[in-house]
């Protein structure tokens, strides 16, 4: 696998209210105020109010790769939603949903016995008293615009608060918000094979 060897992968938590971009010219927060690094750009992008991995890489290919919805790799988030779901609804986003932009892929989406043990998030989601919350695992192999919103939305349970935890094999395990780390090499060459097998 000799040419996953020079190639510098990065996984990163990003927190709530940070853009997926290194500059902003109206001085939001963005991703250099985290990462001091060269070279390396986001492969994809999360919401300013979206929270959790972001891999960003110095690689045209393994970006193109995990990117572009022809390669179809998956991407887990966890999401906290208003209410709780049940099975016809959860079996709609599973089977996929008609949006605006078209239907969306079959995805795979599990009801969580608990609420995931993730840092509170610095702006408190909106509470209200008489409406429980649920959390949902839900894993896609496209990234449409806002599309997990859009999605539960669809089926009447709107989205609170969305963290995601994985893209492909790499995963936020052993971070916190705010935190980066390169990939180990068996970690960057588990990832290089599973987005391009043989390569």
Avoid: C
């Avoid at 008293?129 to 669809?154: C, D, F, H, Y």
Wanted: net charge positive.
């Amino acid at each position: 696998m000799p040419a996953a060897r020079n190639v510098r992968v990065i996984r990163f938590w990003k927190p709530y209210n940070v853009l997926t971009q290194f500059t902003d010219p109206e001085g939001r927060s963005t991703l250099a105020d985290y990462i001091d690094v060269p070279h390396v750009y986001a492969t994809g992008r999360l919401d300013m109010d979206s929270e959790g991995l972001l891999v960003l890489t110095d690689s045209a290919l393994l970006k193109t790769r995990l990117t572009e919805p022809m390669y179809a790799h998956p991407r887990t988030y966890y999401v906290q939603v208003e209410r709780i779901p049940n099975e016809a609804a959860l079996q709609q986003l599973r089977l996929g949903v008609l949006l605006n932009d078209g239907p969306t892929r079959p995805a795979e989406v599990e009801l969580l016995d608990g609420e995931p043990d993730f840092p509170a998030r610095p702006v408190p989601i909106r509470f209200r008293k008489n409406v429980p919350t649920a959390w949902l695992s839900i894993t896609l192999t496209e990234g449409r615009n806002r599309q997990v919103r859009r999605m539960t939305a669809a089926v009447g349970f709107p989205t609170l608060r969305i963290v995601r935890t994985a893209i492909s094999t790499v995963t936020l395990n052993g971070l916190h918000p705010g935190e980066w780390r390169d990939l180990t090499i068996e970690e960057r060459n588990r990832l290089w094979n599973a987005v391009m097998p043989g390569g």
